[in-house]
């Protein structure tokens, strides 16, 4: 055990709350637009079909001569749970507990889009969509318990964007974010772990026999922290596109997002708990306030128009997740330290190529393949975020029955790498264990009204 570890304990259990089993790596979501799902995304910052460009590239709203709203919604079902091999306390004894249950519930993201063509080189529009997001959920008696019970991070993004057709072939867009983020987490407390560190100052090598003959061995008296704090953050996103009757080219740049989230820790002890170890202490209910950098991503897109019915696309998207590499807290407690934890990610990239038929004035067809990124290296892994890299597949469809409705619809394959876990937890422990065979399967309908 680390010295002082009985005053990180409810610190680190922190540190690790933003993060989490999502569709995208990391915890961002990809989930923006029905039709652009149905080709695994590959259209991106390129294709500008409809009002959806909002997010994917404002410069893309030139392309829309009437104005349109959209409506999308798409369902998450993840299959991820976790295989125990081994894992062990402080004592070196096995952890009691459980695989702790599918690490995700049903997830539901939601994002709506409107653009209003000003002129015929002018367009503005609004966008309110779930950028980034995680929702992990195990049983009480998860053998990770001491790392991770529930978290849950929703973000908001309002996007208003403006575009600018600068000559017949070549837009510009901008949009400015004001999002907002809500944080909730919980992990189990192992106060026997924690009488240990306490008393082993004063008693030494008697510590762990004081503990036991005051009813607090390890895992044997378990109490549970939860946390919530929100606050919000503004961001800007800029995007360029090239056009002609057959070929189109976009980029698009949306910047960094920061946040001081501020909000409560709420601790449930029981009762020997404080009898053994004090009250007014550590691990009592107190404000808290969190740094929160959510990253920068850039991505280029074509699309080729190769005859009247058939395109191909391909998008290249590079998140920035390096910014993720400390995660500052502050506890209003004065006997619970501020704590600046590494976090360790890397830069990654998504890539995805896809096509789309159309068959007539009512139907298109799409299909697609992406490959994306997991920004957590092994060694860094926790049992809050369950991420490893992932082929999608995709497939889907446009009915269109008349001028001013269209009706899409998508599903995607998500299919992950196994994801091997070994890492020190809060209260000396080590988890070790693996997420085998985590699949993902989304659907996602959306509609569109033309004015």
Same mark, same amino acid.
């Given at each position: 055990?680390?010295?002082?570890?009985?005053?990180?304990?409810?610190?680190?259990?922190?540190?690790?709350?933003?993060?989490?089993?999502?569709?995208?790596?990391?915890?961002?979501?990809?989930?923006?637009?029905?039709?652009?799902?149905?080709?695994?995304?590959?259209?991106?910052?390129?294709?500008?079909?409809?009002?959806?460009?909002?997010?994917?590239?404002?410069?893309?709203?030139?392309?829309?001569?009437?104005?349109?709203?959209?409506?999308?919604?798409?369902?998450?079902?993840?299959?991820?749970?976790?295989?125990?091999?081994?894992?062990?306390?402080?004592?070196?004894?096995?952890?009691?507990?459980?695989?702790?249950?599918?690490?995700?519930?049903?997830?539901?993201?939601?994002?709506?889009?409107?653009?209003?063509?000003?002129?015929?080189?002018?367009?503005?529009?609004?966008?309110?969509?779930?950028?980034?997001?995680?929702?992990?959920?195990?049983?009480?008696?998860?053998? $990770?318990?001491? !790392? %991770?019970?529930?978290?849950?991070?929703? &973000?908001?993004?309002? *996007?208003?964007?403006?575009?600018?057709? @600068? /000559?017949?072939?070549?837009?510009?867009?901008?949009?400015?974010?004001?999002?907002?983020?809500?944080?909730?987490?919980?992990?189990?407390?192992?106060?026997?772990?924690?009488?240990?560190?306490?008393?082993?100052?004063?008693?030494?090598?008697?510590?762990?026999?004081?503990?036991?003959?005051?009813?607090?061995?390890?895992?044997?008296?378990?109490?549970?922290?939860?946390?919530?704090?929100?606050?919000?953050?503004?961001?800007?996103?800029?995007?360029?596109?090239?056009?002609?009757?057959?070929?189109?080219?976009?980029?698009?740049?949306?910047?960094?997002?920061?946040?001081?989230?501020?909000?409560?820790?709420?601790?449930?002890?029981?009762?020997?708990?404080?009898?053994?170890? $004090?009250?007014? !202490? %550590?691990?009592?209910?107190?404000?808290? &306030?969190?740094?929160? *950098?959510?990253?920068?991503?850039?991505? @280029? /897109?074509?699309?080729?128009?190769?005859?009247?019915?058939?395109?191909?696309?391909?998008?290249?998207?590079?998140?920035?997740?390096?910014?993720?590499?400390?995660?500052?807290?502050?506890?209003?407690?004065?006997?619970?330290?501020?704590?600046?934890?590494?976090?360790?990610?890397?830069?990654?990239?998504?890539?995805?190529?896809?096509?789309?038929?159309?068959?007539?004035?009512?139907?298109?067809?799409?299909?697609?393949?992406?490959?994306?990124?997991?920004?957590?290296?092994?060694?860094?892994a926790r049992p809050r975020i369950p991420d490893s890299d992932r082929?999608?597949?995709?497939?889907?469809?446009?009915?269109?029955?008349?001028?001013?409705?269209?009706?899409?619809?998508?599903?995607?394959?998500?299919? %992950?790498?196994?994801?091997?876990?070994?890492?020190?937890?809060?209260?000396?422990?080590?988890?070790?264990?693996?997420?085998?065979?985590?699949k993902v399967n989304l659907l996602s309908v959306g509609l569109t009204?033309?004015?």
């Amino acid at each position: 055990m680390k010295p002082k570890i009985w005053q990180q304990m409810c610190v680190l259990s922190l540190l690790p709350a933003f993060t989490g089993y999502t569709q995208a790596a990391g915890f961002k979501v990809n989930e923006y637009s029905t039709s652009a799902l149905g080709a695994a995304n590959s259209a991106g910052a390129a294709q500008a079909n409809d009002a959806t460009t909002v997010f994917s590239n404002p410069a893309g709203m030139t392309q829309l001569s009437k104005q349109q709203v959209i409506g999308n919604f798409s369902l998450i079902d993840i299959d991820a749970e976790f295989s125990n091999n081994g894992s062990f306390d402080a004592a070196g004894q096995p952890i009691a507990g459980s695989s702790g249950g599918n690490a995700a519930p049903l997830l539901h993201v939601p994002a709506g889009y409107w653009v209003k063509p000003l002129n015929d080189t002018m367009a503005v529009g609004l966008g309110i969509t779930v950028p980034y997001g995680l929702t992990t959920e195990y049983n009480s008696s998860f053998v $990770g318990r001491y !790392g %991770a019970l529930e978290s849950e991070l929703l &973000t908001v993004d309002f *996007n208003p964007s403006f575009a600018m057709e @600068l /000559s017949d072939n070549f837009s510009v867009g901008l949009g400015v974010s004001a999002r907002y983020a809500d944080v909730t987490l919980s992990n189990a407390i192992e106060y026997g772990a924690v009488c240990f560190s306490a008393l082993a100052p004063t008693l030494g090598a008697a510590a762990p026999a004081a503990c036991v003959a005051n009813g607090l061995a390890p895992q044997t008296v378990d109490g549970t922290v939860e946390l919530a704090g929100d606050d919000w953050g503004f961001g800007y996103n800029i995007g360029v596109l090239y056009h002609t009757d057959s070929f189109k080219v976009g980029a698009q740049y949306r910047s960094n997002v920061e946040f001081d989230l501020e909000g409560d820790a709420n601790f449930t002890n029981p009762a020997i708990v404080n009898a053994v170890l $004090g009250a007014g !202490g %550590a691990f009592a209910d107190t404000g808290i &306030t969190a740094e929160l *950098n959510l990253p920068e991503t850039w991505n @280029l /897109s074509a699309a080729w128009m190769i005859n009247s019915q058939w395109t191909i696309m391909a998008d290249y998207l590079h998140t920035q997740w390096s910014r993720f590499r400390t995660l500052a807290v502050e506890f209003d407690n004065p006997a619970q330290p501020d704590l600046v934890e590494k976090e360790h990610w890397d830069n990654v990239a998504r890539i995805s190529v896809g096509t789309e038929y159309k068959h007539s004035d009512q139907w298109t067809f799409r299909a697609g393949i992406g490959h994306d990124e997991s920004p957590v290296p092994d060694e860094y892994a926790r049992p809050r975020i369950p991420d490893s890299d992932r082929f999608i597949y995709a497939v889907g469809f446009a009915w269109s029955p008349d001028q001013h409705w269209t009706v899409d619809a998508a599903y995607n394959l998500l299919i %992950a790498d196994d994801s091997d876990l070994a890492s020190e937890g809060n209260y000396g422990e080590t988890l070790i264990g693996s997420y085998d065979s985590t699949k993902v399967n989304l659907l996602s309908v959306g509609l569109t009204y033309t004015f």
